[in-house]
Nanobody, 124 residues
Framework: QVQLVESGGGLVQPGGSLRLSCAAS????????IGWFRQAPGKEREGVSC????????YYADSVKGRFTISRDNAKNTVYLQMNSLKPEDTAVYYC?????????????????WGQGTQVTVSS
């Protein structure tokens, strides 16, 4: 059974950090590009960061550039999103998604597999 499971969300104060994990089962992440998306109430799902399956090339949305870092550990079949200097506007449900191949994209429809999401709340 193909599955992606996110973890690591929670409540954090502004300026704090969280590390999200996206663990895959039922398939090998080596051959998949992975994207992190987020969706706040009343807003569309937004592509936050992506990482290629091949050369590890990455993409970051302007809103998170310099604060978030995406990485992958193929041996653990897991992708991470390190989030630093968190702001209240980062509050959302965060999802990871996988698509076969090397191309990174922030178009949700181009991803085949999705996790169930993990809530991130940034508030004092």
């Amino acid at each position: 059974q193909v599955q992606l499971v996110e973890s690591g969300g929670g409540l954090v104060q502004p300026g704090g950090s969280l590390r999200l994990s996206c663990a895959a089962s039922g398939f090998t992440l080596d051959y998949y590009a992975i994207g992190w998306f987020r969706q706040a109430p009343g807003k569309e799902r937004e592509g936050v960061s992506c990482i290629s399956s091949s050369d590890g090339s990455t993409y970051y949305a302007d809103s998170v550039k310099g604060r978030f870092t995406i990485s992958r550990d193929n041996a653990k079949n897991t992708v991470y999103l390190q989030m630093n200097s968190l702001k209240p506007e980062d509050t959302a449900v965060y999802y990871c998604a996988a698509r076969p191949g090397v191309v990174v994209t922030t178009t949700p429809a181009e991803y085949d597999y999705w996790g169930q999401g993990t809530q991130v709340t940034v508030s004092s």
